[in-house]
């Protein structure tokens, strides 16, 4: 039996991929999708963690899987969307041994140069800290909080650091400032790239990045759909990850 395993965007869970998952397993594809650690109270993180510690999680995860399922050990195929694919680029990276494919779904991991406005806006932190504007009067914390986040939703377009508390605060910050793009060139395992035409978080020139640097990759991009596939298309995504599975 194929297996598919499905790795969840940033503060998501395994139900938002239900749809999906019973979409294929009528097709006789067997799909576990973990629910990855720190976003459930059940799964909060004792710790900040970075995307190593992520990796090993789910290594272990998957030796555990093995145990109930032994045929998974013959290989397996890798789904990650969003910052499920930090992780599944990493393991494509470490055990390509372990994959018969691997699928990238609006894909996060691509640290851009900043660009003119955000090295302005950069610029005018740093002058403002040195300046101590925060400590006058009418520069409350209420003020630098408001311009962090229109700095960090409009400008990076990062909105998950500010939806983050706890110890999710500094892992966030861990995962955005490393870097996945010169690992796509050490991907070997077979690549689909699913990529949605309307996606604002993670845009569509990223997906032309990746296709041009991942060996052996297919990219197709989805009409009329945005950063969730698995929600708004499922049964779409669903045949489109069949294809894949049983070319």
């Known amino acids: 039996m194929k297996t598919l395993v499905i790795l969840h965007g940033w503060q998501s869970s395994k139900e938002k991929w239900q749809g999906v998952k019973e979409n294929l397993e009528k097709e006789g594809i067997r799909v576990i999708v973990p629910d990855i650690p720190g976003f459930k109270p059940e799964t909060a993180l004792q ?4 995307l190593d510690d992520y990796l090993c999680w789910f290594k272990d995860f998957l030796a555990k899987e093995k145990g109930l399922w032994p045929d998974i050990a013959e290989g397996f195929f890798l789904l990650g969307h969003s910052f499920g694919a930090r992780i599944s680029l990493k393991f494509a990276k470490s055990n390509p041994e372990e994959l018969k494919g691997l699928i990238l779904v609006s894909a996060a991991g ?36 408001f311009l962090k986040k229109i700095f ?95 070319r």
Request: charged share 30%; glycine share 4%.
């Open 47 to 50: 710790k900040t963690w970075n």
């Open 110 to 145: 691509l640290k851009k140069r900043p660009t003119f406005f955000e090295k302005i806006f950069q610029w005018l932190v740093k002058m403002a800290k040195v300046l101590k504007i925060e400590e006058l009067p009418f520069f409350s914390q209420g003020v630098a909080e």
């Open 152 to 246: 960090y939703r409009f400008i990076l377009r990062k909105t998950d650091y500010f939806r983050a508390s706890g110890f999710l605060k500094e892992t966030i910050k861990n995962i955005l400032n490393e870097d996945l793009t010169l690992l796509l060139g050490e991907i070997s395992s077979p690549t689909l790239i699913l990529w949605g035409e309307k996606d604002r978080i993670t845009p569509p020139e990223d997906a032309f990045l990746i296709k041009e640097k991942t060996k052996n990759s297919k990219l197709e991009i989805l009409k009329g759909v945005g950063h969730a596939p698995h929600l708004e298309k499922p049964q779409v995504l669903a045949q489109k990850i069949k294809e894949f599975l049983t």
